[in-house]
């Protein structure tokens, strides 16, 4: 019997295009439908954001000159009144006072924050010690202790040095409260910093608080920006605890009530004889500072948090 003859076997390569089995490798339009469908998904989705965002801000700077039977009759509705009078109204309630108690505190808080920051995280980000980590960490557990949990031992703590309801108490916990994350931010930045131009400056005899001030603080200067702003934006916008610490602590001590204390208060006092379009002008005027300051430095701040990662 004659024994069959067997055909070699051929080895299939799927690679090569032609071959069976071979997979179809994604071409130049697929890729293009896939970018389109993502870019379409991006977009709609930044587009339904930023009407969250735009729409209640807009409702709001509206209903600052609609009248109270406008405000309660319908939401939707548009003010047939276009006078600022509104505005002055509610300047003259209280409100320049909380603006003006706001700046106060601010002007020191910021710049204190950023200094101290600054200092301790370039510290921990360029120079190598005992304990270096161990304090790296301190300052970033802080970042996670909850606020509510410190107002009991921050008011004591303020009472017995008589810092309640003042400009320095206030002062001095804004800076504490904002240090953590500060040092977290600038500490990330300061490392990605060139080590050639820190070693250039000591070689050239400069200290080390000069080569601080005069040569990485202007190397980290978009850091600083994008960390400032956000400073800003929280110290402004901090309500618990102010409402804990500045509350006058006798009848005849005068208050001096914060931003958004004031808002507040200014609900409280119209009792029954409601003027909303005041309350609604007030929370414009401490609202339009905040989105003037973003919208001007949006580009700054992008560019400072891309920075670290860029370098």
Do not use: C
């Not at 295009?17 to 970018?35: F, I, L, N, V």
């Not at 006072?97 to 200094?115: G, K, Q, R």
């Not at 002008?281 to 300051?293: E, K, Q, R, S, T």
């Amino acid at each position: 019997m004659s024994t069959p003859i067997k055909e070699p076997s051929v080895a299939v390569d799927d690679s090569i295009p032609g071959q069976r089995g071979s997979k179809k490798a994604p071409g130049p339009g697929d890729r293009r439908t896939e970018g389109m469908t993502l870019n379409v998904f991006s977009h709609g989705f930044l587009v339904l954001w930023a009407v969250l965002i735009v729409l209640p801000l807009l409702w709001l700077l509206l209903s600052a000159f609609k009248t109270d039977a406008q405000i309660g009759g319908s939401a939707l509705s548009w003010p047939t009144n276009w006078s600022f009078d509104v505005f002055g109204r509610a300047w003259d309630k209280g409100i320049g006072d909380y603006f003006a108690n706001t700046l106060i505190v601010l002007v020191f808080s910021v710049p204190l924050t950023m200094l101290f920051g600054a200092m301790a995280a370039y510290v921990l980000a360029r120079y190598e010690f005992p304990g270096n980590r161990i304090i790296y960490y301190f300052f970033v557990s802080g970042a996670m202790f909850p606020v509510f949990l410190a107002l009991v031992p921050l008011f004591f703590t303020l009472q017995r040095f008589s810092l309640l309801n003042t400009y320095q108490g206030l002062i001095l916990v804004y800076i504490a409260y904002s240090l953590p994350f500060t040092v977290f931010f600038m500490h990330s930045f300061f490392r990605t910093l060139p080590t050639a131009i820190h070693e250039a400056a000591v070689i050239d005899g400069a200290s080390h608080t000069r080569v601080f001030f005069q040569v990485m603080m202007p190397m980290a200067k978009p850091g600083l920006l994008s960390i400032g702003i956000f400073n800003v934006l929280g110290q402004w916008n901090q309500y618990i605890l102010p409402s804990v610490l500045m509350q006058p602590q006798s009848s005849g001590e005068k208050e001096k009530y914060v931003l958004t204390q004031g808002l507040i208060q200014l609900q409280q006092q119209q009792g029954y004889a409601t003027d909303l379009p005041v309350l609604f002008a007030g929370v414009a005027i401490a609202m339009l500072p905040m989105l003037v300051v973003y919208l001007s430095f949006q580009r700054q701040i992008q560019a400072g948090l891309t920075a670290g990662t860029m370098k």
